[in-house]
């Protein structure tokens, strides 16, 4: 487990600093790795059975060797300097989380819909969602971006948060790895069919017990914003499992829910139309409000989730001080 201090430090770099490129950023060099990966990958192994194992390959050492860089970094830091390491650690740990980036992302789309300009909330959405937006009516564009941030939620901050509590950054990091690499080659395209196979599904794996603490802390955050907390529970409890993910169905469920919408309904991909099925309750409008309370729920559940989290570490915390002191080169 992480030392409890270290969760806080980096949900306040992410805060106050995000994530900027002139700084190395670990899921955007794993992102980089993936091409040349996969090419080499894709020469050596052909056929469906191959690929599923050529796409677990990709899954094993690229979150292996996530895991074991950080660890490896991380050590030989503490040996160096014990403060040194812990602050080393939680800027890794910020590197995970994303709450800072999602929430500027969609009050970007909030602002371009306030001026008037919905071609240019149109392309600022792309950068949120996979689906193709060029002809996005307003409540569409509404609709695509409060999506965005309820399954991101689990994604960027309380899956991230967990396992960085569990495991420290190594933990948390290997997790983002995975999840980098769904949104890459998960998803159901002919080309990652087989490919993406292994990566979708630890990505649905690690994200199931995320997911299930996600919807909690939304209803709660909901009744402290005067939402609906109570619909955020019955739209989690009714929808969420009608969604393709088991898991990005119960957040965007809760958020619906909460906010008194309906989510859901026909998307286009790669110009084939599909259809998500019907979220929450058709309300209230889908106007741009609903983008602002999406991003105060979102901001309000994962502040929920740390808490939550720094009050079980704290219970724990006696019974480990001495061997993360002793890890750390400090005297227990």
Same mark, same amino acid.
């Given at each position: 487990m992480i030392e409890p201090g270290i969760l806080p430090i980096a949900y306040l770099l992410d805060r106050l600093v995000g994530d900027p490129a002139w700084l190395p950023h670990p899921v955007r060099m794993v992102g980089r790795t993936v091409p040349p990966l996969e090419h080499a990958l894709r020469r050596l192994f052909q056929g469906p059975t191959a690929e599923r194992l050529a796409g677990f390959l990709l899954l094993a050492v690229l979150a292996g060797?996530?895991?074991?860089? =950080?660890?490896l970094l991380l050590t030989l830091t503490a040996w160096a300097s014990p403060w040194a390491a812990r602050f080393l650690e939680a800027w890794l740990?910020?590197?995970?989380?994303?709450?800072?980036? &999602?929430?500027?992302?969609?009050? =970007?789309?909030?602002?371009?819909?306030? =001026?008037?300009? &919905?071609?240019?909330?149109?392309?600022?959405?792309?950068?949120?969602?996979g689906r193709e937006t060029s002809d996005l009516p307003e409540a569409e564009v509404v609709r695509a971006a409060v999506e965005s941030v309820g399954e991101n939620l689990v994604d960027a901050v309380t899956a991230p948060l967990l396992y960085a509590a569990l495991g420290g950054a190594p933990l948390a990091l290997a997790y983002r790895t995975v999840n980098t690499l769904d949104a890459l080659v998960g998803h159901p395209s002919a080309r990652y069919r087989f490919f993406g196979w292994a990566s979708a599904r630890a990505d649905d794996l690690l994200n199931y017990l995320p997911a299930r603490l996600t919807v909690p802390m939304?209803?709660?955050?909901?009744? &402290? &914003?005067?939402?609906?907390?109570?619909?955020?529970w019955r739209a989690a409890v009714r929808d969420g499992r009608r969604h393709p993910s088991p898991n990005a169905g119960l957040a965007e469920a809760a958020f619906a829910g909460a906010l008194g919408v309906r989510l859901g309904g026909w998307n286009r991909y790669e110009g084939v139309p599909h259809f998500r099925p019907y979220l929450g309750d058709l309300i209230r409008p889908l106007e741009r409000a609903r983008i602002q309370e999406a991003i105060r729920l979102m901001e309000g559940s994962g502040l929920l989730v740390l808490v939550l989290l720094l009050l079980v570490l704290s219970l724990f915390s006696p019974s480990l001080s001495a061997p993360i002191a002793a890890g750390w080169g400090g005297q227990p």
């Amino acid at each position: 487990m992480i030392e409890p201090g270290i969760l806080p430090i980096a949900y306040l770099l992410d805060r106050l600093v995000g994530d900027p490129a002139w700084l190395p950023h670990p899921v955007r060099m794993v992102g980089r790795t993936v091409p040349p990966l996969e090419h080499a990958l894709r020469r050596l192994f052909q056929g469906p059975t191959a690929e599923r194992l050529a796409g677990f390959l990709l899954l094993a050492v690229l979150a292996g060797a996530t895991w074991a860089l =950080a660890w490896l970094l991380l050590t030989l830091t503490a040996w160096a300097s014990p403060w040194a390491a812990r602050f080393l650690e939680a800027w890794l740990v910020a590197a995970t989380l994303a709450p800072r980036g &999602l929430a500027a992302e969609a009050r =970007a789309v909030h602002r371009e819909l306030a =001026a008037g300009r &919905l071609e240019g909330a149109r392309r600022r959405v792309a950068g949120l969602v996979g689906r193709e937006t060029s002809d996005l009516p307003e409540a569409e564009v509404v609709r695509a971006a409060v999506e965005s941030v309820g399954e991101n939620l689990v994604d960027a901050v309380t899956a991230p948060l967990l396992y960085a509590a569990l495991g420290g950054a190594p933990l948390a990091l290997a997790y983002r790895t995975v999840n980098t690499l769904d949104a890459l080659v998960g998803h159901p395209s002919a080309r990652y069919r087989f490919f993406g196979w292994a990566s979708a599904r630890a990505d649905d794996l690690l994200n199931y017990l995320p997911a299930r603490l996600t919807v909690p802390m939304v209803g709660l955050t909901a009744a &402290l &914003l005067g939402l609906d907390g109570p619909g955020a529970w019955r739209a989690a409890v009714r929808d969420g499992r009608r969604h393709p993910s088991p898991n990005a169905g119960l957040a965007e469920a809760a958020f619906a829910g909460a906010l008194g919408v309906r989510l859901g309904g026909w998307n286009r991909y790669e110009g084939v139309p599909h259809f998500r099925p019907y979220l929450g309750d058709l309300i209230r409008p889908l106007e741009r409000a609903r983008i602002q309370e999406a991003i105060r729920l979102m901001e309000g559940s994962g502040l929920l989730v740390l808490v939550l989290l720094l009050l079980v570490l704290s219970l724990f915390s006696p019974s480990l001080s001495a061997p993360i002191a002793a890890g750390w080169g400090g005297q227990p």
